[in-house]
């Protein structure tokens, strides 16, 4: 048996950083990602590790750090320069960026998706508040694009004949179902958005006196993203669709708690899904091997 080459050793450390912080970040979509192959779940915890790691950037962690906006900035275009260069050679010294690079490259993505996450990223260092085409832009390149991203991991195990238009034919669910992640979690976050980051993300509403017809109305916009996602969930390659259902039943969940909940208490109050319910929502989605369930009936909050 042969010794092990310095970068293949690297890269397994650089895949057990990216695991370590899907653990610590996000309890929800490590859930999901353990029903994936091994082999599909190292690579979609190696996106959202450099996803996370770009979200640190500009949500606060420099600010802690000591920096400033501009300082801001300069790390996160210097992440983007990082990561372009890692795809193109297939090697960072920073391990995350390592890890992101090595799944772009074997899933066949570059800067057609990691620009528009980087340009969304960088909208939070200098915009606000948005109106409707600032938002849908912002959400395409924060959140869209890592659907894309985790959609072109799922059609590895495709013959490579019929990628493309697999990735084509599913791309409006991926999209779909990324956008109303991002949305459930802007709605959720409404107040902590606002007061410590200084951001409002949906147009013409005001974080402090959301109404119970607004709250309907981005509810509303969530469930039709919801609804085209779910219908592509059934065309997904199998080992990716019990997976995506789950990430589909928790938000759907959380949806269906933010509906009940009043307005009024979803600005004082970070609504979660308790973790009892998430793995009825992880059983159910097993149960029904992944086949499209219909919006959820939300557990009594309370």
Not at 86 to 94: E, V
Request: hydrophobic letters at 45%.
């Amino acid at each position: 048996m042969g010794t092990m080459s310095r970068l293949t050793l690297y890269g397994q450390v650089a895949e057990k950083a990216a695991d370590l912080v899907v653990r610590e970040y996000s309890t929800s979509f490590g859930m999901a990602t353990r029903l994936l192959a091994p082999w599909c779940r190292v690579h979609v915890r190696n996106i959202y590790a450099l996803v996370r790691l770009a979200d640190e950037v500009v949500d606060g962690a420099t600010e802690e750090a000591g920096g400033d906006v501009d300082a801001a900035r300069r790390l996160l275009d210097r992440l983007e320069e990082d990561t372009d260069e890692a795809i193109a050679t297939g090697y960072s010294t920073n391990v995350l960026v390592h890890a992101f690079a090595a799944t772009a490259r074997e899933a066949g993505f570059a800067t057609e998706l990691t620009a528009p996450f980087f340009a969304s990223m960088r909208t939070d260092l200098h915009r606000t508040v948005h109106d409707a085409q600032s938002l849908a832009d912002y959400v395409y390149g924060s959140a869209e694009v890592v659907g894309l991203m985790c959609l072109k991991v799922f059609l590895l195990e495709e013959p490579a004949a019929v990628r493309a238009a697999r990735y084509t034919e599913l791309t409006p669910g991926a999209r779909a179902l990324g956008a109303a992640f991002q949305k459930v979690n802007f709605l959720r976050d409404l107040a902590d958005d606002a007061d410590r980051l200084g951001r409002r993300y949906f147009p013409d509403i005001d974080p402090q006196h959301l109404t119970e017809a607004e709250k309907d109305e981005i509810l509303c916009d969530i469930n039709d993203d919801l609804r085209i996602a779910r219908a592509a969930i059934a065309d997904l390659p199998a080992q990716a669709r019990r997976a995506v259902a789950v990430a589909a039943g928790l938000f759907g969940e959380l949806s269906c708690r933010l509906a009940a909940t009043p307005a009024e208490q979803i600005i004082r109050t970070r609504v979660s899904v308790p973790t009892p319910v998430k793995l009825r929502v992880a059983a159910r989605a097993l149960r029904d091997r992944g086949t499209p369930a219909p919006h959820p009936t939300p557990t009594p909050v309370g």
